[in-house]
Structures are given as structure tokens and as C-alpha cells.
């Protein structure tokens, strides 16, 4: 079964800039994969950031950007605001039309 | 702007079924729910997101996680602009928010974009 790693938690400071990572334990995420980014938070849906690697949904501010760094994909947010504490989950697609969540990470703007 | 609404999510016994239904609308641009692949996401409490099932445009292809495949079935009436989730045998751990998603594409491995905003089932006796 494929595990699908992200950083269970991070902080940032207000004005900071984050780097969340997505993949896997022994093998590289590249942009086959066609990872994308969620935001979640408490009691709400998730909201869709990113998808095939770095193209931002409609309405998603210009300080979330999505990349390949090294062997993982990457969320960026640049100049963190304090309503940008969430979740944050990737998907990674496996072919064969399956679909592997990361474990999210919790952010905290503090 | 898409608007994706879940119903049929409640409390139903172990070993027993459910069929979770999502009404679709809010498309343009001469584009309409027949045009895009459909999935469900689930997520239990406290828990993180895990893919359910994925229904291809044309309702040609489905695919499972091993977690409920033979279990449950996706389907859709694109006459209806409608995904549905038939779910039987339920355990305890299938309990959780189910979440209706729309894809960007009509094509298998098109990514999610669109979320409603979810229906709960419990399995619990």
C-alpha cells in the first residue's frame, strides 16, 4: 500500500514563508503524479489550491505556489496571513485511476 | 459557479447499506456535469482525506480503494446531473463525512477541483 508523507505540523510567522512538502518514502513524486494541494479548515470542506503540480485554482492568491522540489512536490505560501492557519493536504495520482492522500500537515501562523 | 450538494449520509447498523446521492449545477461556458469525471472523498473524524471511487464522463470506467471495493459502487445519471454512492456491508470504519468531487477533466486521473460540502455516515450499532 503507498504512503503518501507530508510534515504532520509546522508554524510559520505572520509575514514568513513555508514550505510543506508531499512524498513518498522511497520513491520520487515527479509531475506524472500530478500533485495537488488542498486547504482545510476546521468544519469546512476542503478547498482545491493547486493542481498538476503548480496551476492555481481560481480565486487562490498568487502566494501559493506548487512545485517539484528535489524528490517531493511542494506547497510555498509567501507572506503567511493569519487565515492561512489550516490544513493542508497533496494527492498524488498512481495510474489506474487511484488517488493517494498525504497524511496533511497542520499549520499554525504564530 | 459549480454547486455540489450531498444527501443520504446518517446512522445505519453495521452490515448495512446506503446510497449517498450528489444534485450538481452552476455549469457553463456550454460545459455540463456529463462533461467531467466525478469522485468521492471521505474523511473520518478527526482523520485526514482518503479517495473512495472514481466515475469517468462517460460512466465508461470506475475505479475503488481497496477499501471499499466490492462494497461499494459509483455511479451517475448524467440526465439528472447526479453521482450517487451505493454503500453495503458497512463497518464501523466507513464512518466518516463523505465529500462529492468534481474533476477539471471528463478523463481518469483529471484532478479534483470542486468539493460540496459533505454528507456524515455513521456505522454504529
Known amino acids: 500500500q503507498t504512503v503518501v508523507t507530508q510534515e504532520p505540523s509546522f508554524s510559520v510567522s505572520p509575514g514568513g514563508t513555508v514550505t510543506l512538502t508531499c512524498g513518498f518514502s522511497?520513491?520520487?513524486?515527479?509531475?506524472?503524479?500530478?500533485p495537488s494541494w488542498y486547504q482545510q479548515t476546521p468544519g469546512q470542506a476542503p478547498r482545491t489550491l493547486i493542481y498538476?503540480?503548480?496551476i492555481r485554482t481560481s480565486g487562490v492568491p498568487d502566494r501559493f505556489s506548487g512545485s517539484i522540489l528535489g524528490n517531493k512536490a511542494a506547497l510555498t505560501i509567501t507572506g503567511a496571513q493569519a487565515d492561512d492557519e489550516s490544513d493542508y493536504y497533496c494527492?498524488?495520482?498512481?495510474?489506474?485511476?487511484?488517488?493517494?492522500f498525504g497524511g496533511g500537515t497542520k499549520l499554525s501562523v504564530l | 459557479e459549480v454547486q455540489l450538494l450531498e444527501s443520504g449520509g446518517g446512522l445505519v447498523q453495521p452490515g448495512g447499506s446506503l446510497r449517498l446521492s450528489c444534485v450538481t449545477s452552476?455549469?457553463?461556458?456550454?460545459?455540463?456535469?456529463?462533461?467531467?469525471?466525478m469522485s468521492w472523498v471521505r474523511q473520518a473524524p478527526g482523520k485526514g482525506l482518503e479517495w473512495v471511487a472514481t466515475?469517468?464522463?462517460?460512466?465508461?470506467?470506475?475505479y475503488y480503494a481497496d477499501s471499499v471495493k466490492g462494497r461499494f459502487t459509483i455511479s451517475r445519471d448524467n440526465s439528472k446531473n447526479t453521482l450517487y454512492l451505493q454503500m453495503s456491508s458497512l463497518r464501523a470504519e466507513d464512518t466518516a463525512v463523505f465529500y462529492c468531487?468534481?474533476?477539471?477533466?471528463?478523463?481518469?486521473?483529471?484532478?479534483?477541483?470542486?468539493w460540496g460540502q459533505g454528507t456524515l455516515v455513521t456505522v454504529s450499532s
Open positions: 466515475i469517468r464522463a462517460d460512466s465508461g470506467s470506475t
Open positions: 468531487v468534481k474533476e477539471i477533466g471528463g478523463y481518469i486521473g483529471s484532478p479534483f477541483d470542486y
Open positions: 522511497s520513491a520520487s513524486v515527479s509531475t506524472t503524479h500530478c
Open positions: 498538476n503540480t503548480n
Open positions: 494527492v498524488l495520482y498512481m495510474g489506474v485511476g487511484i488517488w493517494v
Open positions: 452552476g455549469f457553463n461556458f456550454g460545459f455540463s456535469f456529463s462533461n467531467y469525471a
